[in-house]
């Protein structure tokens, strides 16, 4: 699935110095710089370290001037220009681009540990998972449930933190169609590790039929073991934590399951999304990512092999 996606970032889905966007592009180039300038100061310190070492000592030192010349050169000219540069450099280059242009906004709410992922315009949620169009810019409204997050696509963006107190704004563009993978960047407790999501950018075209799609409301399932499924999902009391519009499932404390069937990950880009893993996850979510609020269920294995077909159904 979505294998036509995988196109360049396929080997480096998280990795700063592959970048899939302008802002990105930037600070690859300031780090670029940085090493290799202060790359080539450690080399001539060294150099200079290795030349006093081995030199045959002057009788009385150099001369008073010589010394201070040196001092005023090496210890406060040079680093001055240096760091001066780089910052005049930090101040030009696109560390955030203007939000005004954007064309699509999405909010993100960070909770521990998972994303929710809302297209507001659309009146459409999903979670762990950001579908934008290529080469657009796209306003992000980003805030936190609960504790501190930090938002974090290494090939796109540098990061933004999640507040539970203020919503924060930003804009990315991806300039190339891929799935770039984000993290959280900031320690939110047991699961900070597993909070993870997936970034994909894609042609106009098939964003909006992607949109299209998702706008569509689910039909009853007719399948008896599709509906029997639906039946087990409130049986099994998972709508008190989750919702899935357009039935009576309204809980809030998970990720919203409307459209689980088309996502690629589960449990924050933890494992992939496919039916082996999602009855194992529906099984026991303690044994791949514990700690989480999902507990455990106990299902008679018809019941859960029809409730996965049920989720799975939900793109
Ligand atoms: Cu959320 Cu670390």
Same mark, same amino acid.
């Given at each position: 699935?979505?294998?036509?996606?995988?196109?360049? $970032?396929?080997?480096?889905?998280?990795?700063?110095?592959?970048?899939?966007?302008?802002?990105?592009?930037?600070?690859?180039?300031?780090?670029?710089?940085?090493?290799?300038?202060?790359?080539?100061?450690?080399?001539?310190?060294?150099?200079?370290?290795?030349?006093?070492?081995?030199?045959?000592?002057?009788?009385?030192?150099?001369?008073?001037?010589?010394?201070?010349?040196?001092?005023?050169?090496?210890?406060?000219?040079?680093?001055?220009?240096?760091?001066?540069?780089?910052?005049?450099?930090?101040?030009?280059?696109?560390?955030?681009?203007?939000?005004?242009?954007?064309?699509?906004?999405?909010?993100?709410?960070? $909770?521990?540990?998972?994303?929710?992922?809302?297209?507001?315009?659309?009146?459409?949620?999903?979670?762990?998972?950001?579908?934008?169009?290529?080469?657009?810019?796209?306003?992000?409204?980003?805030?936190?449930?609960?504790?501190?997050?930090?938002?974090?696509?290494?090939?796109?963006?540098?990061?933004?933190?999640?507040?539970?107190?203020?919503?924060?704004?930003? %804009?990315?563009?991806?300039?190339?169609?891929?799935?770039?993978?984000?993290?959280?960047?900031?320690?939110?407790?047991?699961?900070?590790?597993?909070?993870?999501?997936?970034?994909?950018?894609?042609?106009?075209?098939?964003?909006?039929?992607?949109?299209?799609?998702?706008?569509?409301?689910?039909?009853?399932?007719?399948?008896?073991?599709?509906?029997?499924?639906?039946?087990?999902?409130?049986?099994?009391?998972?709508?008190?934590?989750?919702?899935?519009?357009?039935?009576?499932?309204?809980?809030?404390?998970?990720?919203?399951?409307?459209?689980?069937?088309?996502?690629? %990950?589960?449990?924050?880009?933890?494992?992939?999304?496919?039916?082996?893993?999602?009855?194992?996850?529906?099984?026991?979510?303690?044994?791949?990512?514990?700690?989480?609020?999902?507990?455990?269920?106990?299902?008679?294995?018809?019941?859960?092999?029809?409730?996965?077909?049920?989720?799975?159904?939900?793109?």
């Amino acid at each position: 699935m979505l294998d036509w996606l995988l196109g360049i $970032h396929r080997d480096h889905p998280q990795s700063a110095f592959h970048v899939g966007g302008p802002v990105a592009s930037d600070i690859a180039s300031l780090t670029f710089w940085m090493v290799a300038v202060f790359g080539a100061v450690f080399l001539i310190v060294m150099l200079l370290l290795v030349f006093a070492l081995v030199r045959k000592r002057v009788p009385h030192g150099l001369s008073e001037s010589a010394s201070v010349g040196m001092i005023v050169v090496g210890g406060l000219i040079t680093p001055t220009v240096v760091l001066l540069g780089f910052m005049i450099y930090a101040f030009f280059i696109e560390l955030e681009l203007p939000t005004s242009r954007s064309t699509v906004e999405i909010e993100v709410t960070g $909770h521990m540990w998972w994303w929710d992922v809302r297209y507001p315009e659309h009146d459409l949620t999903t979670a762990n998972e950001i579908i934008i169009p290529v080469g657009e810019p796209i306003r992000l409204k980003i805030r936190s449930a609960d504790v501190i997050h930090s938002f974090w696509v290494p090939n796109l963006h540098g990061k933004m933190d999640l507040k539970p107190d203020r919503t924060n704004i930003f %804009t990315l563009r991806a300039d190339k169609p891929g799935i770039y993978r984000g993290q959280c960047a900031e320690y939110c407790g047991t699961q900070h590790a597993l909070m993870a999501f997936q970034v994909v950018a894609m042609e106009r075209s098939r964003y909006d039929g992607w949109i299209r799609e998702r706008a569509r409301p689910h039909a009853e399932p007719i399948d008896p073991v599709l509906a029997r499924g639906k039946q087990v999902f409130f049986e099994a009391a998972c709508n008190n934590c989750h919702a899935i519009k357009g039935t009576a499932a309204v809980g809030r404390i998970g990720p919203d399951l409307t459209h689980i069937g088309s996502r690629l %990950t589960l449990g924050a880009a933890a494992i992939p999304n496919s039916r082996a893993h999602l009855s194992g996850w529906i099984s026991n979510p303690q044994a791949i990512k514990p700690g989480n609020k999902m507990p455990a269920s106990y299902l008679k294995s018809e019941d859960l092999h029809a409730l996965v077909l049920y989720m799975l159904s939900l793109e």
